[in-house]
């Protein structure tokens, strides 16, 4: 049987950026080079400043933990017993200082002067030197990450044109066609939105200054939007007895909102429609049955509803408006 599997861009940098480390410890004629191609290896993350913050943990907690082990070694012993006291002192005190992500490369380092029973600065001096190429050699290599508004902005399209077939189908059942609204449209707008977000905050993670938080706003703003389509709409519309003169002009809005309601779009012209078809239907006869009223109230219910959808989206608009309007 065939063995299918891919190589992602961190296992590339991973294993180029500990090459790397590997070389130039030896060529500085380190003792214990290899561990700077393992302080590497640990190093390499996802994001830019997610790399940034852990390079700093693991430098200043392995820079701790070193002294405090050469310490424990110089006066009291190296003895098994001795690491056993080591590691129930440090363990607990980088986790305290909010440095457990130096836990790791540290025990190394520390291990090492066990090994070597070395007492002399030049060693320590060593251990320095082999974290810094480790950790430096990270960074660098965690300095390139590709540019993912390209997949952002095709999520985009996707959960727009999702957004408008939702609305669209809701807009012909309204109207008595028999409109299946699609589970599977749903779902994949679930997962779209899911993964778009993760991506919006990988973004801004992958920034060390900048913080451009539009696409984070622009998916929570969408997410909202979907929550209200997914819980409140769809459930109302099934119980709702569409044959009735409200359903078709409120159809008729569900159709603009779906074709007009597009990431650079107000809302402005929609709720001006909104407010007409409220007037209009203040100038229809009241309802003369329980029936007809619990059908309208319903049908209220569905509208306002929708206006929430349109207001999410007029906020989102008049934060990024003048950006909008420069495009």
Do not use: C
Not at 115 to 143: C, E, H, P, R, W
Not at 208 to 221: D, P, Q, S, V, W
Request: no cysteine; net charge neutral; glycine share 4%.
């Amino acid at each position: 049987m065939k063995l299918m599997y891919s190589i992602g861009q961190r296992t590339i940098k991973t294993a180029i950026g500990s090459g790397i480390s590997l070389i130039i410890a030896e060529a500085l004629h380190l003792q214990n080079y290899s561990t700077a191609a393992v302080v590497t290896l640990l190093s390499i993350q996802n994001t830019k400043r997610r790399s940034f913050i852990v390079a700093i943990q693991r430098f200043v907690a392995s820079v701790i933990a070193m002294l405090i082990g050469w310490m424990m070694f110089e006066y009291l012993s190296y003895h098994p017993l001795t690491v056993v006291i080591y590691f129930l002192l440090t363990i607990p005190l980088l986790v305290g200082l909010k440095l457990q992500e130096g836990i790791i490369p540290s025990s190394v380092i520390v291990l090492q002067i066990y090994v070597s029973q070395d007492k002399s600065i030049s060693f320590l001096i060593n251990q320095v030197a082999i974290l810094a190429v480790g950790i430096l050699i990270a960074l660098i290599m965690n300095t390139y990450i590709p540019s993912i508004e390209k997949k952002m902005i095709e999520l985009q399209k996707q959960i727009e044109q999702n957004f408008k077939m939702l609305l669209l189908g809701i807009s012909l059942k309204m109207k008595g066609k028999d409109e299946e609204l699609h589970i599977e449209v749903l779902d994949d707008t679930k997962i779209l939105l899911q993964n778009a977000k993760s991506l919006a905050y990988r973004q801004v993670e992958n920034s060390f200054i900048k913080t451009n938080l539009y696409y984070i706003n622009y998916f929570e703003m969408r997410e909202r939007q979907f929550d209200i389509i997914s819980n409140q709409i769809i459930p109302l519309l099934k119980k709702i007895e569409l044959n009735y003169p409200h359903s078709k002009i409120i159809a008729e809005f569900f159709e603009d909102t779906g074709v007009y309601l597009k990431e650079k779009s107000s809302g402005i012209e929609l709720l001006g429609e909104f407010n007409h078809m409220m007037e209009e239907f203040k100038r229809m006869p009241l309802p003369e049955t329980r029936d007809e009223f619990e059908t309208r109230a319903s049908l209220m219910m569905l509208v306002y509803e929708l206006e929430k959808i349109i207001s999410l989206k007029m906020e989102f608009y008049s934060e990024y408006q003048l950006a909008f309007e420069g495009s």
